[in-house]
């Protein structure tokens, strides 16, 4: 068994928060070689170990495994000087590319299924007729929706290097600058990734992005409140948040969740308002009809309860899921579920005034 064969087995293994590189062309295999019937395989991590190295061990061990069946494999990391800086440039990012964005929002809500991306992409077209230079980032990375509402699935945003960085051009269409991870995954693709991942992914994301002169960035949060909601307020300069809730008691429990977490002292971020979708169903044959599918007026009074300014109450219309589905956001329309986004667009820019 010659090393290059070893070495051929440990390339499958690749670093998820280093573009799928492996771990042969990362440099972090030190030495590999067979001895006294064992593969010996040592792997060097800086001197701020790699958080995803448990992983990438036992990933390895496991390529080892399958090439190399009934053979022992015995793996150990060591600890080397950080690599020199010009190779880690790529993910030693910092926030000069925001410096020219006025408002960053946080898009977010308790739970999925309220339709909170629905909201941020059709309230920064909305933003957008206002006059208003938006961009929107999609940090959902588990569910990017923001390819298919937008009509730019297989859009390829383009990148360059500028000295020793990295810089990546938004997609723009509908006068917005979109950014998705959906971009730089098939359509299909399922994104199995633990939480320093993506968050890693999340950064790279926001703070590589060439968003020039903006009004607002808004930032499509996942649903929920965990670890990445955690590093998104602290590492990106949040300004404050939107939440989005169906009047719905269920939907309406998690909200409670999401608004403390904002107010938590550690996060301490002001809540712009909330939005109240799916606030009723009106049938495009009766427009003037109103039926409180999920009750009726449940937003407002969480609004009232907390404090904070009830945006918006989006109703349910097919025109909007039809726009979804298509890549065409219902704002851009006159219709009454374009007014109701513009509305909230008008209400929120007053807002961070």
Known sequence: MQKEEILKALAEVQHPAKGDR?????????????????????????????????????????????????????????????????????????????????????????????????????????????????????????????????????????????????????????????????????????????????????????LQVRWEELDFLLIDMPPGTGDIHISLVHDIPMEGAVIVSTPQAVALADVEKGVNMFRNESINKPIFGLVENMAWFTPEELPENRYYIFGRDGGARMAEKYGIPLLGQIPIVQSIREGGDDGEPAALGSRPDGMAFLELARKLADSVR
């Open 22 to 206: 492996d771990i042969v062309a990362l440099g972090l295999v030190e030495d590999a070689e067979l001895s006294e019937g064992k593969i010996r395989v040592t792997l060097a991590f800086p001197k701020h170990r790699d958080p995803l190295a448990d992983y990438l061990c036992g990933s390895a061990r496991a390529a080892l495994a399958r090439h190399f069946p009934g053979v022992e494999a015995e793996l150990k990391t060591i600890v080397k000087d950080e690599v020199p800086a010009k190779k880690k440039a790529g993910l030693d990012l910092g926030t000069e590319e925001l410096e020219k964005v006025s408002h960053i929002i946080g898009i977010a809500s308790g739970k999925g299924g309220v339709g909170k991306s629905t909201v941020a992409v059709n309230l920064a077209v909305a933003l957008a007729r206002l006059g208003y230079r938006v961009g929107l980032a999609d940090a959902d990375v588990y569910g990017p929706s923001v390819p298919k509402m937008t009509g730019t699935e297989g859009a390829c945003p383009e990148a360059f290097s500028e000295g020793e960085k990295e810089v990546i051009f938004p997609v723009e269409k509908y006068g917005v600058k979109w950014m998705s991870i959906g971009y730089f995954a098939a359509p299909d693709q399922a994104l199995i990734w633990r939480g320093p991942m993506a968050c890693n992914a999340l950064r790279q994301m926001i």
